[in-house]
């Protein structure tokens, strides 16, 4: 419960800090979340560390989330553990990092993914709800995709949403999962 609870807390209070420390302003609608740990960040560690937290809180989530399928909550461990690797794997002071790319590409599929492959017969909340929580994920994804390989100035806002909205479902699914 801890770490589902942590992970939402963490990205949006790292972006929001990392943020109101950029020199100068940022932009967080037309600026992606990797800017703020990127090398020509003014504080790049936070948003470093708190990407790093985000990726141990979802791989601890996973591991006990014990009502969901085991393909889910191993490909929701490899989107916490991926997410270490993109925030290892800065951006450069312009341009993009293929290993960044490389590490977001595995990232956001993986975190939008899991949930489709975490039902069982018996899960609680009802499948239909896991299933409907991957297609929304996967409709933030392909919005994301769209301003990524479209040079959108709202690239920002699109990965935020996709983010937030990752982040948030493990809690939401974890609650939903003690009901009884």
């Given at each position: 419960?801890?770490?589902?609870?942590?992970?939402?807390?963490?990205?949006?209070?790292?972006?929001?800090?990392?943020?109101?420390?950029?020199?100068?302003?940022?932009?967080?609608?037309?600026?992606?979340?990797?800017?703020?740990?990127?090398?020509?960040?003014?504080?790049?560690?936070?948003?470093?560390?708190?990407?790093?937290?985000?990726?141990?809180?979802?791989?601890?989530?996973?591991?006990?989330?014990?009502?969901?399928?085991v393909p889910g909550?191993?490909?929701?461990?490899?989107?916490?553990?991926?997410?270490?690797?993109?925030?290892?794997?800065?951006?450069?002071?312009?341009?993009?990092?293929?290993?960044?790319?490389?590490?977001?590409?595995?990232?956001?599929?993986?975190?939008?993914?899991?949930?489709?492959?975490?039902?069982?017969?018996?899960?609680?909340?009802?499948?239909?709800?896991?299933?409907?929580?991957?297609?929304?994920?996967?409709?933030?994804?392909?919005?994301?995709?769209?301003?990524?390989?479209?040079?959108?100035?709202?690239?920002?806002?699109?990965?935020?949403?996709?983010?937030?909205?990752?982040?948030?479902?493990?809690?939401?699914a974890v609650l939903?999962?003690?009901?009884?």
């Amino acid at each position: 419960m801890l770490s589902s609870a942590c992970a939402p807390v963490l990205l949006i209070g790292g972006w929001q800090l990392a943020a109101a420390r950029q020199r100068g302003g940022f932009d967080q609608v037309s600026h992606t979340i990797s800017e703020l740990a990127g090398r020509g960040a003014t504080d790049p560690w936070i948003m470093t560390t708190a990407l790093v937290g985000v990726g141990v809180c979802h791989a601890i989530t996973a591991t006990g989330l014990a009502p969901a399928a085991v393909p889910g909550r191993l490909l929701f461990a490899a989107g916490g553990a991926a997410t270490v690797a993109l925030a290892a794997l800065p951006l450069p002071v312009t341009g993009d990092s293929p290993a960044h790319v490389v590490a977001a590409t595995v990232t956001l599929p993986a975190l939008s993914l899991w949930p489709a492959l975490a039902v069982r017969r018996g899960i609680k909340p009802r499948p239909a709800v896991w299933f409907s929580a991957a297609a929304g994920l996967l409709v933030l994804l392909g919005w994301f995709g769209i301003d990524y390989f479209g040079d959108s100035s709202r690239i920002g806002l699109s990965e935020r949403v996709l983010a937030g909205a990752q982040a948030l479902w493990p809690l939401a699914a974890v609650l939903l999962a003690r009901r009884r």
